[in-house]
C-alpha cells in the first residue's frame, strides 16, 4: 500500500486535485506499471480525479468514464520510449477474467503504464500490493475528501 503517501485533502473541482505534489510519487515505480486504484461510492469524484491526473500528464482528449467500454488508452509523450495511460473502470465487471482478457498482466508489466482502476474492489485479488490507494468521499454537493491511504 502507499503508507508514504498517506494525506487527506478537500477538493472543490476536478482541476485542483490532479497537480498534488503527491502525483510525483506515483510515477516513482521503475520495475512495473503505476497502479493507481479509485476507491468511492458514485459520484465521489473518482473519473473528475481521473480527468485532472490525464490532463496534467499531456494527455489532450475528453477523458470520459470508461463504464460501458471498461478501459480505454491515452498515448503519453516521454522522453525514452512510449507510454500509455490506462483508465479502467471496473463497475460492470463480474468477474476477474474480463480484466484478465484485456491484457491486464501485459499492461502491469509495462513500467511505462500508468494505471488507473475505478472500483478497485471488484478485482482486488489480482491487485498488486505495491500500488497507490485514493479514497473519495463526499462531504457536500460541492466538495470531495480526497485521501491517499
Known amino acids: 500500500m502507499a503508507a508514504d503517501l498517506a494525506a487527506d485533502f478537500l477538493s472543490g473541482s476536478g ?27 458514485l459520484g465521489s469524484g473518482k473519473t473528475t480525479f481521473s480527468q485532472g491526473f490525464a490532463r496534467a500528464l499531456g494527455v489532450e482528449e475528453i ?41 491486464w498482466e501485459e499492461i502491469i508489466a509495462d513500467k511505462n503504464n500508468i ?18 490507494d485514493i479514497k473519495f468521499s463526499v462531504m457536500d454537493y460541492y466538495e470531495r475528501r480526497i485521501e491517499f491511504l
Open 63 to 103: 477523458v470520459n468514464s470508461p463504464t460501458f467500454l471498461v478501459m480505454k488508452k491515452y498515448p503519453l509523450e516521454i522522453k525514452k520510449g512510449k507510454a500509455n495511460l490506462y483508465h479502467i473502470d471496473c463497475y460492470r465487471m463480474r468477474s476477474l477474467e474480463e480484466v484478465v482478457d484485456l491484457g
Open 15 to 41: 482541476g485542483g486535485t490532479a497537480y498534488d505534489k503527491n502525483n510525483k510519487k506515483v510515477l516513482g515505480n521503475k520495475t512495473a506499471a503505476k497502479i493507481i486504484c479509485l476507491w468511492g461510492d
Open 115 to 132: 494505471v488507473m482502476v475505478e472500483w478497485p474492489e471488484k478485482i482486488e485479488k489480482i491487485l498488486p500490493s505495491s500500488r497507490v
